[in-house]
């Protein structure tokens, strides 16, 4: 995939680019975001957002994320109502 990418982007791009592209994609940039998303809610996980307190932040914060969750699972799980098809 990575190789059929890179050589379309050199087809149609004034710069080629190399093995070093394949590895920032791969790589570089999924480890920097990962390190991002975990430091981000590693963040949201101890300090309290806006002078909230804990109970608060985890019942309407962390509890939404839960309910969403739960709600999405269900949703995906139900049987798709059936339609009248017209003739």
Excluded: K
């Amino acid at each position: 995939m990575q190789r059929e990418l890179r050589s379309h982007v050199n087809s149609i791009s004034e710069i080629a680019v190399g093995s070093w592209w394949e590895f920032c994609i791969r790589y570089l940039c999924v480890g920097l975001l990962l390190l991002i998303v975990g430091n981000n809610l590693v963040t949201a996980a101890t300090e309290n957002y806006g002078g909230y307190a804990s109970a608060d932040q985890m019942l309407f914060g962390w509890g939404m994320v839960a309910a969403m969750v739960v709600a999405g699972f269900l949703i995906s799980t139900r049987r798709p109502f059936s339609m009248p098809v017209e003739a």
